[in-house]
């Protein structure tokens, strides 16, 4: 597993594709929504979590298609279904792969996130960075999967979204308000259940995706 995870590492260190696409959709996103809302207006840091969420939501599908599609070209992908590797090996170290994608754009897109909304950069980090490694976790399990699933249709940049975002409803709500809770100054107990749905959300969606990763990439 630890090959394969260093040879989607490898291979976006070259290309740059997937943690670029991240970033510039992401900034787009959090450059715009932030620009909709009046500085001055108490409605800006009530918005602050749904803005920052839906940035990496959209911006993170973008990502993991664009990653799975990769494998595609010249047929990569059947390459790594033909070594001698369990399927759910090649799942895992996918999400793993993916994840750390994400996390990478994370690091840039979190403190511009925190410029544009003007909050206290430290406390911001330290507050929601276990909403953020728990969700974004999630998000990987559940996109890596079905991007696989959308692989085997002709419209595979609307099947990902649609196929995907439905189901990660209970994710990204748990997100958001955990977030919003933590923003507003709630200690780490008060979101607790929510934090527990996140994982829970991550653990089921780890082992379905293991389970079923094999189905989901034959032709």
Not at 53 to 58: D, L, P, T
Not at 72 to 81: F, I, K, M, V, Y
Not at 158 to 177: D, H, Q
Request: aromatic share 10%.
């Amino acid at each position: 597993m630890l090959t394969l995870i260093w040879k989607d590492l490898l291979i976006e260190l070259r290309t740059k594709e997937t943690v670029a696409s991240l970033l510039l959709l992401g900034l787009l996103l959090l450059v715009v929504l932030s620009f909709a809302f009046d500085p001055t207006s108490p409605l800006r840091k009530e918005a602050a979590p749904g803005v920052l969420w839906v940035a990496i939501i959209f911006a993170g599908t973008s990502g993991i298609n664009r990653s799975l599609l990769r494998e595609r070209e010249q047929s990569c992908l059947q390459g790594l279904l033909l070594a001698p590797v369990d399927r759910g090996t090649i799942y895992l170290a996918k999400t793993i792969a993916n994840l750390l994608f994400m996390l990478a754009a994370l690091c840039v897109l979190v403190p511009l996130f925190i410029f544009f909304f003007n909050l206290p950069f430290v406390t911001t980090i330290v507050r929601l960075l276990p909403v953020l490694l728990l969700a974004v976790t999630g998000f990987s399990a559940i996109g890596t999967l079905f991007a696989a699933v959308s692989l085997q249709t002709r419209a595979r940049e609307v099947m990902l979204p649609l196929l995907m975002l439905p189901l990660s409803t209970p994710l990204f709500l748990g997100a958001v308000e955990a977030s919003a809770a933590l923003l507003a100054g709630d200690p780490l107990g008060a979101v607790a259940h929510w934090l527990q749905l996140i994982a829970v959300f991550d653990l089921v969606f780890l082992v379905v995706g293991w389970l079923t990763f094999e189905y989901a990439v034959v032709d």
